[in-house]
């Protein structure tokens, strides 16, 4: 074996670096190192987002809670990443305000740092959320992190309020403050297509089987998925960013020595029909400590989570239990004055967080700040990137850069604070705008298809319509406004390889869509798989 691998060695480039993993973490460094100037190779063994980078809440967020941790550090950046990321992506995140309803008996999760304090100074409060503990809490989430686009908090009266209205007649007083949305999986999947418009080589469906260091580089023996086929690829250096399997990458395919290590967390949402007419969040707290949020969702749903659960086992698929779903439901109804019950639901997901273990007691209280380690007794250097969030990746990725470079000298600077993501190149509040614009180019389109579009391709949507004059001209129509050629323009662009891929992360229609109709997509993506591979082939 060492024969061959020398040779398909002697017969290829090396690249600077071989990330693993294909979640946020994995294609933001892949885009950051690769408009550098780096050569860099990224694998993901299933779909680009296929675990943790799209199942999350979908929010840009500072991470109010964090702050009863004592996580300053943590909330400051994010709060600073949110109109940095903002600025860079307004077709795929967007402004949202939350809603903050206070009652009595708001309660510490656990024994944070904050409550041990309180229940020392003043142990009548019993573990309650005082309420100038939370005005405090989000003067400081005005202020820490430099908010210049964003609204600040206010107080909301709930009687006769729209804001009020679904919830139960006790509650009379909120907070409304800002964060952000975020389109998760689409993230994803632009940072790598941006990855690879600067050189990167983007390799989705390709496992890592193993790792070695040999003369100073990195030997990844990877395989096609779909094929069996394996070959070697090398590289100066190795980024694991494996979410879930970082440590598994670590023991079972580089066999390194390491005591770092993850506390796999899940968190579970589920999905509703719409729950109320207006487009806030709400931001609830449970008297049991936890808090989760209602979030509009794809325009007829509302979004509800999470959970946090301990999960043993990365390579067991993470699902919302039935005792997941009731405890939302149960939570959930404790505010609003219809309460909603499991035939209300119309979708689970769940992910796993790979938080970094810091022995923390509870899956509540473990950090969800990064830490970036690097080993390089052994020879080539890896990095292992351990925890994280889906707000501060970019900044992740810097800081991985600044583990990276030290081995690769004379390469460029920071460079991805404010630069768009593709279809991203247009003003923060400019959405209504190219929507109006894409209905005036194409007036075949309804309100909901031409806002769908915008919100998935920003300016890209052009591109994906093309020349199109009438609905005939885009092809077979599978239902929910997804056409033949946006399906094409998907395969050909975005890596998309399954139906699943499509309705699931790079649009949420398989909300809208009949499972005949998605399983006439599968057939028709299989079709065209087929013949773009045969094409390559020859």
């Not at 979908?58 to 994010?78: M, W």
């Not at 709400?282 to 969702?297: H, K, M, N, S």
Request: proline content about 4%.
């Amino acid at each position: 074996m060492g024969g061959l691998v020398s040779k398909l060695q002697s017969q290829q480039k090396i690249y600077d670096l071989f990330v693993v993993g294909g979640g946020i973490n994995g294609c933001g460094i892949a885009r950051d190192a690769a408009g550098r100037g780096m050569s860099v190779a990224l694998a993901e063994m299933n779909d680009l987002a296929s675990a943790t980078s799209s199942a999350s809440t979908k929010l840009f967020h500072g991470g109010l809670r964090y702050l009863e941790y004592f996580e300053i550090n943590l909330v400051r950046h994010a709060l600073t990443e949110r109109e940095v990321l903002l600025r860079a992506m307004p077709h795929i995140s967007w402004p949202m305000r939350f809603v903050l309803p206070y009652h009595k008996d708001m309660r510490f999760e656990g024994s944070t740092p904050t409550s041990r304090i309180l229940n020392t100074l003043m142990p009548w409060m019993k573990g309650r959320r005082p309420a100038w503990l939370i005005r405090f809490g989000l003067m400081l989430y005005d202020n820490l992190g430099g908010r210049k686009i964003l609204p600040a908090t206010k107080t909301l009266n709930l009687k006769n309020s729209v804001e009020g209205a679904p919830l139960e007649d006790r509650f009379e007083k909120a907070y409304e403050y800002s964060d952000c949305w975020i389109e998760d999986s689409r993230l994803v999947v632009l940072n790598a297509r941006d990855a690879e418009a600067r050189g990167a080589d983007i390799l989705v469906r390709t496992k890592v089987i193993s790792a070695a260091r040999v003369d100073d580089v990195w030997e990844v023996t990877v395989e096609d998925v779909a094929s069996g086929d394996q070959r070697v690829l090398s590289a100066r250096m190795l980024v694991n960013a494996g979410g879930p399997w970082v440590g598994d990458i670590i023991q079972q395919k580089v066999r390194i020595n390491s005591t770092e290590g993850v506390r796999l967390v899940r968190g579970s949402h589920i999905v509703t029909r719409r729950l109320y007419d207006h487009d806030k969040c709400y931001f609830f707290q449970g008297t049991d400590g936890r808090i989760i949020f209602a979030i509009p969702y794809e325009t007829d749903f509302t979004l509800i989570g999470t959970t946090d659960a301990e999960h043993s086992d990365p390579g067991t698929k993470p699902e919302c239990t039935p005792e997941e779903r009731d405890y939302l439901l149960n939570f959930i109804n404790q505010y609003l004055k219809a309460d909603i019950s499991a035939e209300d639901v119309v979708w689970t997901y769940s992910g796993v967080r790979p938080l970094y273990d810091d022995g923390a007691s509870s899956a509540t209280a473990a950090t969800r700040d990064y830490t970036l380690k690097v080993d390089s007794t052994g020879g080539a250097p890896i990095l292992n990137v351990f925890g994280g969030k889906i707000t501060t990746y970019r900044k992740l990725a810097e800081d991985a850069m600044e583990k990276i470079v030290p081995f690769f000298p004379g390469t460029l600077g920071h460079w991805t604070a404010g630069v768009a993501l593709p279809g991203g190149d247009f003003a923060v509040d400019g959405f209504d705008a190219l929507v109006a614009r894409l209905n005036e180019d194409y007036p075949f389109l309804s309100p909901f298809w031409a806002r769908r579009l915008v919100r998935a391709y920003g300016t890209e949507s052009w591109s994906v319509l093309g020349d199109a004059a009438q609905q005939a001209d885009l092809g077979q129509t599978f239902g929910a406004t997804l056409t033949e050629r946006e399906v094409t323009w998907l395969i050909d662009h975005e890596y998309a390889r399954s139906a699943e891929d499509i309705v699931w992360r790079r649009n949420k229609l398989g909300l809208r869509l009949e499972k005949e109709e998605i399983a006439e997509l599968e057939r028709f993506v299989q079709s065209e798989t087929a013949v773009n591979n045969a094409q390559a082939a020859g």
